[in-house]
Structures are given as C-alpha cells and as structure tokens.
C-alpha cells in the first residue's frame, strides 16, 4: 500500500511550526519558479521547444480535451499504485525521463537526481548526454533501479562500449531515442548562441569511454574542441533503420524500449522488431514543430499495441491529473521530464524529491478522489473528452 498523500499532511502539521515548502507545490508552477533562479541560457534551454513551440503547446492542449468523470462509494481509502513494467517493480506508474546535461541545473546534476530517485524507489533513466558518468550516476543511485537511454552512435565499436558500460552499472533496460538523430531548430537557443555540448557540458560519458576516445588523436583536455565536435558527429547526424535493430538486441541482454514514437505503424514496426516496449513521446516538444500532441496520438498506439508490449508515455505530464489521463488511455506508466529538472533547478536532490512527491502525492489523491484503487482500475470510461 503507498500513501503518498501523506506529504499533504507532512506539510500542512510543518505550518503549526510556521514553516511553508520551500518550493511550490503547483507542479504546473515550477518553471516560473525555476525561471527566476536559471540563468537565461539554461533556463531556454530546458523550457525551450522546437520552432514555433507548437507542439510543446499542442501536449498542453491535448490533456486538456479530456476531463475524468469521478466515481463515488468506491471503497478507495487504501490504494496500491504499484506496477511491474518490464520487471522492474515500481511504487507507482511513474519514472524519470532521460533529461541530458542537468550540471547546466545544478552543480551535482544527474548525481542528485539519481540520489532522489534511489529515495523514492522511482526508476530513473540516465541520458547518453549526462554530465555525469555511467558508473558515476549508478553509484549515487546505488540500490535504485535504473534504466539507460542511449543516444546511437553512428559508431558501432562506442555504441557497444556504452551498453557495456551500462549493463555492467546495473542499468536493466535500455531506452533508445529515436527521434533526436539530429537536433531540431531551436529558436530559444539560437537566439541566444547557447548549446551546453559546445561548453563541454553532457560530455561525460564519452569522454570516459574507452571506444570513444579511441577515436580521437589527442585526448578531451589536450583538443577540447576537437572532442566534443567529434562526439557531436557520433552521436548525431545519422539517422538509423529499422533492419539494424538486431545490432542492439545482439548487444544488450535486457529489454528495449524505443521512445519517440507517434505513429501507429512505427508502434506496430516496434512489435515485429521483437522489441519490448515504446515512450509514445515528441520529446516533450522539443523536435518537430507542429507535430501532434504526444496524448493524442496514445489512445490508438495503446489500441494497436498494448497488448503486445509495454507502452509508456511522456510529453507534457505535469500534475498528478494528467498522468491518470495517460494512464487512463492505455500508458503503462509516465515519464516525467521537464517537471523534475525545474525540481533539481530551484533545490538540488531536495528539489528534484519534491517535485517527485508533489506529482505522486496529487496522482494518489485525484486516483483516491475520482474512486480508483489500483492502477488497473484506471481505463478509458474514466475520462470524457470534451
Ligand atoms: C530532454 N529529453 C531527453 N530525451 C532523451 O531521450 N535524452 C536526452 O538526453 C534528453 N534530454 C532532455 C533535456 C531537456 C532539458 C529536456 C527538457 C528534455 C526529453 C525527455 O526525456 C522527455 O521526453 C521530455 O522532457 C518530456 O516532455 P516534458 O514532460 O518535459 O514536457
């Protein structure tokens, strides 16, 4: 049984001592905060989209079209939000989505992260482009569980010194990002001439890969910038195929889930490939301008798919209301992106765990309060489109 919206009481019995959170509780309300603390080129960074920022607001939209009809006198005192998604055991439905280059938040970074991941039993999954290493990241998560998002190298011998890597820190499945072969156009970050990776920053694992360096003449710290464009050109630029997905499956003993998918027909490509799972997911916006709100597009995957692999979801999740929503139209569990990384911005460890508390102690409640007990319970008939 999980009682996450205990932290309602944890901080209203801290008000008879006079002391608020320090950080709001309106999940929704974490980028303002976070924008008053960021300087500007990180802080674009991370609230910025691709283009227009169309899609960023079509995933906003498309939550709002669906409404949940609560259900009463259902006997929804205790609730058990637990899930198993491709083994790994989960509190609730929730996980951390592979956000790169998070010193650019916080100093401790991905380290931070992992600590408050490893501290609410959530799954994290560490980014290709962290600022902190693979066995790094899986020490501070140390008992946590873990999963590895790979960005693909166009270099076969680094792609399989990094699942080697990451199988051997304990990470259990791997999550390959399809739909960031090549980086989006950016206005937010144009504008402002700002791109971490040319400041060395979501290095950190190349840069400790013995294949990586293999491939350079001098080492990082001799030609910093001949390193970091080398690994800009391995690790974006080319785009892969379908046929060359048994490379991976031959390279990695855990399951795979592919993220980014928002075609129906790629969901069903992701099942005849033999793979185990998909992130229905645009990235949270941040690739195709005017592309269609990740939420919109679920309800037809799940249909198609559901029954034949994990299906996740991400791209605009902010409170507990809208990942009842995805869990609802046939999500497996939700990933949260840019909700965390303002939590790790404003706080550190204790922001990122807050955040995380904020989101799940409101999931418990609008499951607990719309008459839900388990996640199970939470189907299509719950919500009304409107
Ligand atoms: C991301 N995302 C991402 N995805 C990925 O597969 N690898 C990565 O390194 C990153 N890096 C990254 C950095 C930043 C700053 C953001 C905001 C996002 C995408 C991420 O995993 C997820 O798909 C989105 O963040 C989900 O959208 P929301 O919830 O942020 O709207």
């Not at 482009?129 to 066995?135: L, M, Y």
């Not at 950016?186 to 990586?212: E, K």
């Not at 464009?229 to 048994?246: C, K, M």
Request: charged content about 20%; overall charge negative.
């Amino acid at each position: 049984m999980t009682h996450f919206n205990s932290y309602q009481s944890e901080i209203y019995l801290q008000g008879l001592a006079d002391v608020r959170p320090a950080f709001t509780t309106d999940p929704t309300r974490l980028e303002e905060a976070a924008r008053a603390a960021m300087e500007p080129g990180p802080f674009g960074y991370v609230a910025g989209g691709a283009g227009s920022g169309a899609t960023m607001r079509a995933n906003r939209e498309a939550f709002d079209r669906w409404r949940i009809v609560p259900r009463m006198l259902t006997d929804a005192t205790t609730r058990d939000l637990s899930v198993t998604v491709l083994g790994t055991r989960m509190p609730a439905p929730v996980l951390l989505a592979p956000v790169g280059v998070q010193s650019i938040l916080h100093p401790e970074g991905e380290l931070a992260t992992a600590r408050a991941a490893a501290a609410l039993d959530l799954t994290m999954v560490l980014s290709t482009a962290s600022s902190h290493t693979i066995e790094d990241v899986a020490a501070a998560n140390g008992a946590g569980s873990r999963w590895y998002q790979l960005y693909w190298p166009s270099d076969n011998d680094v792609t399989v010194s990094l699942l080697q890597r990451a199988r051997a820190a304990g990470y259990s499945t791997l999550v390959v990002t399809l739909d960031t072969w090549t980086l989006a156009w950016r206005p937010r970050d144009l504008d402002q001439s700002y791109l971490p990776f040319l400041h060395g920053i979501g290095t950190a694992i190349p840069y400790s890969d013995p294949a990586f360096l293999a491939t350079l003449d001098k080492t990082p710290e001799q030609d910093p910038q001949l390193a970091v464009l080398r690994w800009i050109q391995t690790f974006t630029g080319t785009d892969h195929r379908w046929d060359q997905l048994p490379f991976l499956r031959e390279h990695w003993a855990g399951p795979i889930v592919l993220k980014g998918i928002q075609h129906v027909d790629d969901a069903r490509r992701a099942v005849d490939a033999g793979m185990d799972g998909i992130v229905v997911s645009n990235h949270g916006g941040r690739q195709v301008d005017g592309a269609v709100g990740a939420l919109d597009v679920l309800p037809e995957i799940a249909a198609a798919v559901g029954e034949s692999l994990a299906v996740l979801f991400d791209s605009g999740v902010r409170c507990g209301a809208d990942a009842v929503k995805a869990l609802a139209l046939g999500a497996r569990a939700v990933l949260l992106g840019r909700t965390y990384a303002y939590g790790l911005a404003l706080g550190g460890e204790a922001g990122v765990r807050h955040a995380l508390r904020s989101v799940l102690a409101d999931l418990d409640s609008t499951v607990a309060l719309s008459g839900h007990r388990t996640i199970a319970e939470l189907t299509p008939d719950l919500l009304r489109r409107v």
